[in-house]
């Protein structure tokens, strides 16, 4: 798999330039061996870290990390604090300029653990686990017994941090893993993904998409099915699977390009819009916008999730994230309404005020402030069921179809659900010279 160009040894940290022959990439790769010290990071191991992360930034190569560690060497005391410093600082200074790609395989405590919070994309096994602080120390803090696995084990960081991308078998899983990520992105800022092979046709029809929306409008559907009946061979390589399943965030090839895909998911909390989700989904706009990754966004959503709880912890602040995230990316951004979308969250999911290049819509397509029955419920508190049966049903004749906002702009093109893969390859072929500055600034504030 790899020929070993440049290699460098301290202690736990091996670092060397790699030669990936199954996709013909070069990469800085660096090692943290849990075999040697329990993989301690000393400051001369940081130090090889920092390095390879210049290295990377320098050469304008992706930055592969594997980690298993125990954290900082206690023996060496605050030197090994300040290397530890130093190879996150030169992490940093790596994003969005190189991709970042880190594989946990065993222990990643305290330091190492916030390493891979710099990451872009984080592959775990399933026996590794990942944490700041350790079950010694949330035991005499809080008097709570656990286990690593329970504090921090993939399982964990799959379904309720989110800090796990993809969680695999074994290292060699995750090394094939890695390899197949890269093949989407491009080596740095200043690249484009190299395109990949396929004998799919962009002309191909997708009659089986628009035959998944139900006949009612509160039914559920797998809006994968969907992204994988418009994607090349039907592929979709799906992140953070199973955090905020009420999203979905992947890598698709359309026409051979590299896309970025951002799709409510009605089967899960109805494809409505809560903290993890907001949070998931503006992650990866901005990534897919640091590396040049095309956007296509795949709308159905009755609005944000309602409730104290989601407010009082800041449905507001993350909220904004995405927002911010599509105001501020410039790469080529492809709109599709599949079905509802109401409100705020029409805004939010790459709405043509947000900046879409091309917004295409369903017939089912729904775009209204609200539904017909919260419309009825507020407007008319005080009618008749007859009197309200009938302003529902006014409303969804008159609003609650895709034409009204075509008439306006708002929608570029109403078009059969069986043309979405020719519709959406043809449009990121016209975007597909779209060249956009944003005004120069030392950096944006992000609602973090």
């Known amino acids: 798999m790899t020929v070993h160009l440049q290699r460098a040894v301290k202690g736990a940290a091996a670092a060397e330039v790699r030669w990936l022959e199954n996709i013909s990439r070069r990469v800085v790769w660096v090692d943290v061996d849990e075999t040697v010290r329990r993989g301690a990071l000393s400051a001369e ?69 916030l390493l891979i919070g710099l990451s872009d ?12 602080t350790g079950p010694t120390m949330v035991a005499e803090f809080t008097g709570v017994v656990i286990s690593n696995d329970e504090l921090g084990g993939s399982d964990i960081h799959a379904k309720q941090s989110g800090v796990a991308h993809l969680v695999v078998a074994d290292r060699q899983t995750a090394l094939t893993e890695v390899e197949h990520v890269l093949s989407f992105l491009p080596d740095n800022v200043n690249e484009i993904s190299v395109a990949a092979t396929t004998s799919d046709s962009v002309d191909r029809l997708t009659p089986e998409a628009g035959a998944l929306i139900p006949e009612t409008a509160t039914g559920a559907y797998d809006v994968k099915a969907v992204i994988r009946s418009i994607a090349d061979d039907g592929y979709l390589l799906e992140l953070r699977e199973r955090w905020a399943a009420n999203i979905v965030t992947g890598l698709i090839t359309i026409g051979s390009q590299s896309i970025g895909v951002v799709a409510n998911q009605p089967m899960n909390l109805a494809g409505t819009l809560d903290i993890p989700a907001s949070q998931k989904a503006a992650r990866f706009v901005a990534f897919c916008d640091a590396f040049n990754i095309p956007i296509l966004t795949l709308v159905d959503t009755p609005g944000f999730y309602p409730g104290k709880d989601l407010e009082w912890r800041g449905m507001i602040r993350h909220g904004a994230q995405l927002v911010f995230a599509y105001g501020r990316a410039t790469v080529p951004r492809v709109c599709m309404i599949l079905r509802k979308s109401y409100g705020g969250a029409y805004i939010v999911m790459d709405s043509k005020e947000m900046g879409n290049d091309i917004c295409l819509a369903w017939p089912t397509a729904e775009l209204a402030v609200m539904g017909a029955g919260q419309a009825a419920a507020i407007l008319q508190r005080r009618a008749t ?56 600034r030392k950096h944006d504030n992000t609602p973090l």
């Open 385 to 440: 069921p007859e009197e309200r049966e009938e302003f529902e049903r006014d409303y969804v004749k008159r609003l609650l179809n895709p034409y009204v906002a075509a008439e306006r702009g708002y929608v570029d093109s109403v078009i059969d659900p069986a043309e979405s893969r020719r519709e959406i390859a043809a449009a990121f072929a016209m975007l597909s010279d779209k060249r956009e500055k944003l005004q120069p």
């Open 45 to 113: 191991a940081s130090g090889v870290i920092a390095h390879a992360a210049d290295t990377a930034r320098e050469k304008g190569l992706p930055l592969v990390m594997t980690i298993g560690s125990s954290g900082a060497d206690i023996v060496e005391g605050v030197a090994a604090l300040h290397g530890w410093g130093l190879a996150a600082k030169a992490i940093a200074k790596c994003s969005g300029y190189v991709p970042i790609l880190t594989v946990v395989t065993g222990p990643a405590v305290s330091g190492p653990a």
């Open 121 to 132: 994309i984080v592959i775990m096994t399933s026996d590794a686990y990942a944490f700041v």
